[in-house]
């Protein structure tokens, strides 16, 4: 089995061998670059996951994974953060740009292998059962063999927490999750995910499917739904 390719990006040298020597010992292919502006000469676009400080020199982790998010070629590899800003504002805004998990600073090894263990298994997984390739709803099309999106004809990047929750919501039309379903059926099984994480992905979902963002609905003290078309 091909190892799965991991960029670390921190501007801590020692903190990067560690983490390296570490992900390798674990069967990863590793490569590092001590800063946003060194990562963006390397093809990002054939890692399968990222961690990422986000305190680093003019381009910050924040800013980083934004740029990722808007290229096509990047914009579904996962980003795992790792930070000593750690407060709920920092954790929910970088939810909100797309972060697949959070470590905050200091953290032991065993956990960022088992975060990254988690994450992989997750975004690694094959897309939801069904029985056509595709899955639609009004003017959504999700092609679930390709992981994209096209509204109205147009595509649109999703990360893929916002992927996995529309599909999930579209394929289920109609009926209410809670946040904790959202939860136990999109994130990583581990991942410590608050309720306010669901709303920013949900807000965030809303906004990049343009008219058809009302269409997911909120049903007051239980959970959001996808209203039938």
Known sequence: MERKRILVIDDEPDLCEILS????????AIDTAYS???????DISKFDLLLLDVMMGEISGFDLISILRQNEKTAHIPVLFLTAKDTEDDLLHGFSLGADDYISKPFSVKEVLARVKAVLARTSTAAP???????SYKGIQMDMEQKSLMVDGVPVNLTRTEYDLLARL??????????QELIQSVWPEGVIVTDRTVDVNIARLRKKLGEYGNCICSRQGYGYYLAKS
């Open 170 to 179: 579209i394929q289920n039309e109609g009926i209410v999750f809670t946040r």
């Open 21 to 28: 020597i570490n992900l390798m010992t674990a069967g990863y």
């Open 36 to 42: 946003a502006e060194e990562a963006l000469k390397k």
């Open 129 to 135: 059962a069904s029985t056509h390739h595709d899955i």
